[in-house]
């Protein structure tokens, strides 16, 4: 199984103020590791990181043992590393299935597109039914499951996904949490994003909690929700 993705001691800077100092990270293949924080509290930069579209300027960042330091966005992309963006960005005038292809766009053979379509639509029923719908019609909830599809579509290793529960419905928030852990159950590893604590620790193996760009406390669920600095650190992150 692999998807292992450790960082190493990583600054990370807007212009010259660091808004990650000395963050070390590692998610364990198979499991779901978890980024707790509040707003302003470094997670985006986190993944901006990972995928060097804000490079560090200082640690280490490797996925399966392979060094990201000098590679270009596209390349980690092309290692099995695929993000599902906070807010979905989907593509609201094109169609579902027009959405998903777009997540293989490396894949040349229309019969190995068909596969991943069939497993996509196998994990989403409902997108099968609305497939020819235009995706900027659709629910909020049904737009993040096809954000989440096109994510799949290229067979990922690791899946980052940011902020899943953001501007949706209670209902389909918990169907979204649902979602991640039968993703996951398939063999592939996640780093989970996010604000909603409850939610998130009930799904992971693993987890980290993140205040003005450094990681305060870490540990399995049960530790982080016996922890109080879990509370302090949520409620109080940094702006």
């Given at each position: 199984?692999?998807?292992?993705l450790?960082?190493?001691?990583?600054?990370?800077a807007?212009?010259r103020a660091d808004?990650l100092?000395?963050?070390s990270?590692?998610v364990?293949?198979?499991t779901?590791?978890?980024?707790?924080?509040?707003?302003?509290a470094?997670?985006?930069t986190?993944i901006r990181?990972?995928?060097?579209l804000?490079?560090p300027?200082?640690?280490?960042?490797?996925?399966?043992?392979i060094?990201?330091?000098?590679?270009?966005?596209?390349d980690?992309?092309?290692l099995g590393?695929?993000?599902?963006?906070?807010g979905?960005?989907?593509?609201?005038?094109m169609t579902?299935?027009e959405?998903l292809r777009v997540g293989?766009?490396l894949v040349s053979s229309?019969?190995a597109?068909q596969m991943?379509?069939?497993k996509?639509y196998?994990t989403?029923p409902r997108?099968?039914?609305r497939?020819?719908?235009l995706?900027g019609t659709?629910s909020?909830g049904?737009?993040?499951m096809v954000s989440?599809?096109?994510g799949?579509m290229t067979?990922?290793?690791l899946?980052v996904?940011d902020?899943?529960s953001?501007?949706?419905?209670?209902?389909?928030?918990?169907?979204?949490?649902?979602?991640?852990r039968?993703?996951?159950?398939t063999?592939v590893?996640v780093?989970?994003?996010?604000?909603?604590?409850?939610?998130t620790l009930?799904i992971?193996?693993?987890?980290y909690?993140?205040?003005?760009?450094?990681?305060?406390v870490?540990?399995?669920p049960?530790v982080?929700?016996a922890d109080?600095e879990?509370?302090?650190a949520?409620?109080?992150?940094a702006?």
């Amino acid at each position: 199984m692999t998807g292992r993705l450790i960082v190493q001691d990583i600054y990370t800077a807007y212009d010259r103020a660091d808004v990650l100092s000395g963050l070390s990270i590692e998610v364990v293949p198979g499991t779901i590791t978890c980024i707790l924080g509040s707003n302003g509290a470094g997670k985006s930069t986190l993944i901006r990181s990972i995928l060097r579209l804000t490079p560090p300027r200082a640690g280490s960042i490797a996925f399966d043992g392979i060094t990201l330091d000098t590679m270009q966005t596209h390349d980690i992309i092309g290692l099995g590393i695929a993000c599902i963006p906070e807010g979905r960005r989907i593509f609201a005038k094109m169609t579902v299935e027009e959405n998903l292809r777009v997540g293989a766009y490396l894949v040349s053979s229309e019969r190995a597109i068909q596969m991943r379509l069939a497993k996509v639509y196998e994990t989403f029923p409902r997108l099968k039914e609305r497939a020819k719908q235009l995706a900027g019609t659709m629910s909020g909830g049904e737009q993040a499951m096809v954000s989440i599809g096109r994510g799949l579509m290229t067979e990922p290793k690791l899946l980052v996904i940011d902020e899943p529960s953001l501007g949706l419905s209670p209902l389909f928030v918990q169907e979204n949490f649902n979602v991640i852990r039968r993703i996951n159950e398939t063999g592939v590893t996640v780093l989970l994003v996010e604000q909603n604590v409850n939610q998130t620790l009930a799904i992971s193996h693993y987890g980290y909690v993140l205040s003005q760009g450094r990681i305060v406390v870490h540990g399995t669920p049960a530790v982080l929700s016996a922890d109080a600095e879990v509370q302090r650190a949520y409620f109080g992150g940094a702006h």
